[in-house]
């Protein structure tokens, strides 16, 4: 298809030939004045400060020939004087005559003729040859590219608009265009671009400039470059640039083509006054569904990355309504997809509102076997009767099934109640964790208690290829860990050891005791270790009152962290922490000073204040150090909820706790690898960063140049991609690359073609897109009917097209030549002619 022209073609107005302007002749047209050139420059200027360079068009010349009468008289004195007079002259000549009718009308004739050509001569008739600059008209046009375009509208109960606009849709060669519901706003858009307006511009002579906006106005190359991607969408922004650039330049028109949601930026109206103080129209064209929304929003709150095999997993999304009466109810379906088949497995019918309504669904824990180490799931509401955004009727997550069994080292000190209690529940709970203990009062030919099959420790092990290759979670109870051997030097190795096995991805878990933890770290290089601060004095721990049994409360009782979701049930979960008929409560607890910066406080104190800083004290905290997760509990009476509950809810909190520990070190691979997107969730205008932590054999950084994961997307293609050393980092691999398209995506780290990893993310629009991406076809009203141009949708496009007639390319005289009629042999030969005719006929006539 033939494009419109490009702003710097050197070609010629439609029809228009230029034409070199003669050598000499009288010039009466003014000269190009400098103001015009000032006023191009200043154009120039206003548009590159936008942001988007827009050189001045290149006007063409154009000779154009015309006849005046330099000296007639009025136009009145013409009609109702000379003709009827001359006429007169003529007729009177001959009517005494006696002549036919037709040889008298005749004569008449030519005398008449004659008599005008004679008084023509004193009116002076010259040829006028004038030399023009034709200034092409200009219409910008500006593409919504936002991620709001990203979006599919199905259409339903449309069918004359979703039929016209399937015309519109290009078909592959040798295949079928898509359908209307499964292209893109931007995609439409595009296609519109293509088949209507770039033709009709380009056959009615304007000289267009496509641009993009979202924040931004950009240049836009082609229609077919539209994606979809910008965060937001500053509407304002974009016209005021357009409005920069058409200072000094010969613009007609602005053609705004988008969804008409602007989030940002200036205000539309303020600068469509503007354009109307200006004369500029702005043709609007909405693309999407315009027709009153009714819509459900499926939105994805929190998903686990990676459990163990046999856990359940709980998912929780919100559902939002838009359009809904009040009461409607709608059912909530989890289903596992395997192997292309989906199965129910968890449904839950609600009541959505505008706001949004929390649903928790919950899938049964199974062993996965020789089916995968994955679990994926989708979760999806039915659309509503006329619902045309379905898009966001479903979300889907992928969930990683660890099949290896997470390995615990637990030292105490002397067994107290919360030792036997856990030692317990780690021997008998799960068989997906394997547990050795070491009891450091027991004496030597005490033999120390471990899972079947392991042997019995003898000794504590210090060193950090020990750590490393034999566990994933060490727990420490009220120990002094300089004290876990009569040899100081094994002491100080178990510490050092212990700081780089965390530093390497392992869980540290402290169990604070009467004795020794934490009060033998304050202030030592093990401190740094814990996610809070240590009062290095002790004596915050003398303020204790030990005389009440308290009850901790949650920090986030709505949105509880998976350590202290005991209930998939929210209330439920915060009546089993706080109320008097839930878990048993505590009589001592360890005062700290608060939790450092990046940490997370789990559980509070219900009144105490001893740290000072207005907060009430904290009893559980996760922290990061920095590839490994460490947590710090200041109580020793979790074996006290097994009194009215037995082991269920014990159970389910250390389980909680040693599976998000070990996550470090088994989250996306084995122990020598981890992929890990550094994010969960990416915007559309985004980049995915990936990064992969590779160990050799010895558990040393590995040295290399890159690493190959395979990228799969939402729609299942797969792709590969190679991670770059970072050489700041030995044994770090890292890449970005533009997020794609929106859906759940996964990454599998890769070594001999085999998969040792795997990250997850998720891409989704913007938070400003996503909050109202339905069209508005109102604004787009109001900004037309503001500066006087027309608003139309993709599908009725007529009336824009015919306020755009063509022919309104501006013309400038340069020069003009004037050249004398008389001056000219053919003027004066049909004078004669005409005087020559008369006489012949007279003599043949005998009139003479």
Wanted: glycine content about 8%.
């Amino acid at each position: 298809m033939t494009r419109p022209r490009l702003p710097m073609e050197a070609s010629s107005p439609r029809g228009v030939e230029p034409e070199a302007a003669p050598a000499a002749a009288p010039a009466i047209a003014p000269a190009v004045t400098q103001d015009t050139a000032s006023q191009a420059a200043a154009s120039q200027a206003a548009a590159t400060t936008q942001g988007t360079a827009a050189p001045v068009s290149t006007p063409q010349e154009d000779t154009a020939t015309s006849w005046r009468l330099l000296e007639a008289p009025a136009p009145w004195v013409v009609v109702l004087v000379v003709l009827p007079l001359s006429f007169a002259v003529a007729w009177r000549a001959y009517a005494r005559e006696t002549l036919s009718s037709g040889m008298r009308t005749t004569l008449v004739g030519l005398r008449w003729l004659s008599l005008l050509a004679l008084l023509a001569v004193l009116a002076r008739p010259v040829e006028v040859r004038s030399q023009e600059r034709v200034t092409p008209a200009e219409i910008l046009v500006l593409a919504d590219d936002s991620a709001s375009m990203s979006r599919r509208d199905a259409y339903s109960g449309a069918e004359e608009v979703a039929r016209r606009l399937q015309a519109l849709l290009p078909s592959p060669s040798g295949g079928q265009a898509p359908s209307v519901g499964e292209a893109s706003r931007a995609e439409l858009t595009s296609a519109w671009l293509d088949a209507r307006l770039l033709p009709h511009l380009e056959e009615t002579g304007y000289e267009v400039r496509l641009q993009r906006f979202a924040t931004t106005t950009e240049a836009l190359a082609g229609p077919s470059d539209l994606a979809g991607r910008g965060a937001a969408t500053h509407l304002g922004d974009a016209l005021a640039s357009a409005l920069g650039q058409a200072r000094g330049r010969h613009v007609k028109g602005i053609v705004v083509v988008g969804d008409g949601r602007s989030n940002g930026g200036a205000d539309p109206m303020a600068v469509a006054e503007r354009a109307s103080q200006a004369g500029i129209p702005v043709h609007t064209v909405v693309v999407g569904d315009t027709r009153p929304e009714r819509n459900l929003v499926l939105e994805l709150v929190e998903a686990p990355t990676s459990v163990l095999e046999e856990d359940e997993i709980s998912l929780i999304v919100r559902v939002r309504a838009r359009g809904l009466e009040g009461g409607a109810a709608v059912e909530v379906l989890l289903e596992e997809v395997e192997g292309g088949q989906a199965q129910p497995v968890d449904q839950q019918r609600v009541e959505p509102t505008e706001e949004g309504l929390r649903v928790t669904l919950t899938a049964p824990g199974r062993r996965t076997g020789s089916r995968g180490l994955e679990r994926r799931f989708r979760v999806s509401v039915a659309p509503l009767p006329e619902e045309r955004m379905l898009d966001d009727n479903q979300v889907a997550t992928v969930v990683r099934v660890n099949p290896e069994r997470i390995r615990v080292l637990y030292v105490d000190g002397y067994p107290r109640w919360e030792y036997r209690q856990l030692k317990d529940m780690l021997l008998r709970a799960d068989e997906r964790i394997e547990a050795q203990m070491f009891l450091l009062s027991a004496t030597p030919d005490f033999p120390q208690e471990a899972t079947r099959g392991l042997d019995r420790l003898t000794r504590v092990p210090t060193r950090t290829e020990q750590l490393l290759e034999r566990y994933d979670v060490v727990v420490l109870g009220d120990v002094n860990p300089w004290a876990i051997s009569a040899d100081p030097a094994e002491g100080e190795e178990f510490v050092r050891s212990l700081g780089e096995f965390v530093e390497k991805g392992g869980g540290l878990c402290v169990i604070a005791g009467e004795f020794d933890m934490p009060k033998a770290v304050a202030g030592t290089e093990f401190a740094k270790l814990l996610p809070v601060t240590l009062d290095p004095t002790g004596a915050l721990a003398f303020e204790v009152d030990t005389t009440l049994e308290q009850h901790p409360t949650l920090e986030d009782p709505s949105s509880p962290h998976q350590i202290v979701r005991l209930h998939p049930d929210a209330e439920l979960n915060r009546q089993l922490w706080q109320e008097e008929g839930g878990l048993r409560g505590f009589y001592w607890y360890f005062p700290v000073r608060g939790a450092k910066p990046g940490a997370q406080v789990l559980l509070r104190h219900p009144t105490q204040s001893l740290s000072g800083d207005g907060e009430r004290d904290p009893l559980l905290v996760a922290g990061y150090h920095p590839e490994g997760r460490t947590l710090f509990l200041a109580i020793d009476a979790t074996h006290r909820w097994q009194f009215r509950y037995e082991h269920r809810y014990h159970e389910r909190f250390w389980r909680n706790a040693i599976r998000w520990l070990a996550l470090g070190r088994l989250k996306g691979g084995d122990r020598r690898h981890q992929l890990e997107a550094l994010q969960p969730e990416y915007g559309l205008d985004e980049r995915v960063s990936l990064e992969a932590r590779v160990l050799n054999e010895d558990f040393e950084p590995l040295e290399a140049d890159s690493r190959t994961v395979e990228l799969e997307g939402p729609d299942g293609e797969l792709e590969r991609l190679e991670l770059a050393a970072d050489p700041s980092r030995p044994g770090v691999f890292r890449t970005s690359f533009e997020a794609g398209r929106a859906g759940a995506w996964s990454a599998v780290l890769l070594d001999a073609d085999e998969p040792v990893a795997r990250a997850d993310y998720e891409v989704v629009l913007p938070s400003h897109e996503n909050a109202d991406p339905t069209p508005d076809p109102a604004a787009l009203l109001a900004l037309s009917q503001r500066t006087g141009g027309s608003a139309v949708t993709l599908a009725e496009a007529g009336p824009l097209l015919q306020a755009l007639p063509g022919g309104e390319e501006r013309r400038e005289p340069l020069r003009s030549d004037l050249l004398d009629a008389w001056d000219r042999w053919g003027t004066l030969a049909l004078v004669l002619a005409l005087l020559i005719a008369e006489w012949i006929l007279r003599k043949r006539l005998e009139l003479i």
